[in-house]
């Protein structure tokens, strides 16, 4: 018994001798300068910052991400593997997003938009500059590379800096659907580089949002008053409906850039029981058309006797507008 359980002690002993000389091979440096080294020089430098201040923190820590980059470098291209259809190592794309982020991140965003946008191109000249070195370690000189490498270079460079380029013109296109939500109702269907992922909204929100907005403010100030006093203000609809209007865009699109391309107009018309009043809300920003676009929500004002004196001339006005607007392609019509 005493001999079993001896054994099992020698082979628990041996697997944990086995197991720390493998952390200890893995995290040990075969030699001195290796990119382990650098590594851990890196880490060290990052440790250290964290208890510095002042300019010496800034300094321990620069100094880290030139051990990192260092590091990721050298291991990378020990035994590189390659991009598909390129020369390119893929340890050439770590330490490019490694520079990248490097020299244009910061603190409160270490990943921003130049970030990504220059990785593909950082990337590129990481993996041509050793093509204009011959040799190895202290014995490198500076050398032109063959024609065809030449040529391979130039192509890699002309194709990272493509899809910089296109990377940089999706950011543009999402800062301004950010700054100008009404475009993403528009149609790109006819666009070569503009593809749409989510389901067309059948409206732009903000002139939706607009006509909600105001429906109630013009309703208060019709509904239940003397016809003649909400005729009186028809015929002022234009100054009426464009205060109300002008105060909606500034109190809820402020925060937009296209703050200034909505315009709020109404359109007054005749019809057998009162009058119908048409509330539009007109897109005055680009547009796939020419004539572009504007939202329309139509309310209808009649008069309507009071039931203490049905018979009674001064009737006041009753007011009932659509539920939803409605969306039209086009130029406005004409006001009256």
């Known amino acids: 018994m005493n001999s079993s359980l001896f054994k099992e002690v020698i082979v628990l002993f041996k697997f944990i001798q086995d197991l720390f000389l493998g952390i200890q091979k893995l995290l040990m440096p075969p030699k001195a300068f290796s990119w382990q080294t650098f590594i851990y020089l890196s880490i060290f430098s990052w440790v250290t910052s964290y208890f510095a201040t ?8 620069l100094t880290g991400w030139g ?8 291991y990378t291209t020990d035994d590189p593997a390659r991009v598909p259809g390129t020369f390119m190592p893929v340890g050439a794309l770590i330490t490019g997003f490694l520079v990248s982020v490097f ?15 220059l990785w593909p191109t950082i990337a590129a000249i990481i993996t041509s500059i050793p093509e204009f070195f011959a040799g190895t370690g202290t014995s490198a000189k500076a050398t032109l590379p063959k024609l065809e490498m030449r040529q391979k270079i ?8 493509l899809i910089s380029c296109w990377i940089q013109f999706y950011f543009v296109i999402d800062k301004w659907l950010k700054e100008y939500p009404s475009l993403s109702a528009d149609n790109f269907q006819r666009s070569t580089f503009v593809i749409r992922l989510e389901p067309k909204s059948k409206r732009p929100e903000n002139g939706n949002m607009l006509l909600n907005k105001i429906q109630p403010l013009i309703q208060e100030q019709i509904d239940n008053r003397p016809w003649s006093e909400v005729e009186r203000w028809l015929l002022e609809a234009n100054q009426q409906v464009g205060n109300l209007g002008n105060s909606m865009i ?4 402020d925060k937009y850039e296209e703050k200034g391309l909505w315009r709020i107009e109404p359109r007054v018309v005749n019809v057998q029981s009162g009058y119908r009043l048409d509330i539009l809300s007109i897109w005055q920003g680009p547009s796939t058309n020419p004539r572009g676009f504007y939202l329309q929500k139509s309310c209808r004002i009649q008069p309507v006797a009071t039931v203490k004196n049905p018979e009674n001339k001064n009737a006041l006005a009753e007011i ?4 939803n607007s409605r969306f039209f392609l086009g130029s406005p019509p004409p006001q009256q």
């Not at 130039?154 to 990272?160: E, G, K, P, R, T």
Request: charged share 15%.
């Open 54 to 61: 002042g300019p010496i923190k800034s300094i321990i820590a």
């Open 67 to 74: 051990f990192l980059i260092a590091g990721t470098a050298w």
């Open 103 to 117: 020299a244009f991140g910061h603190q409160e965003n270490v990943i921003t938009t130049r970030t990504i946008v």
């Open 154 to 161: 130039i192509v890699l460079l002309a194709w990272s800096m």
């Open 250 to 253: 500034n109190k809820n699109l």
């Open 320 to 323: 009932e507008c659509d539920r």
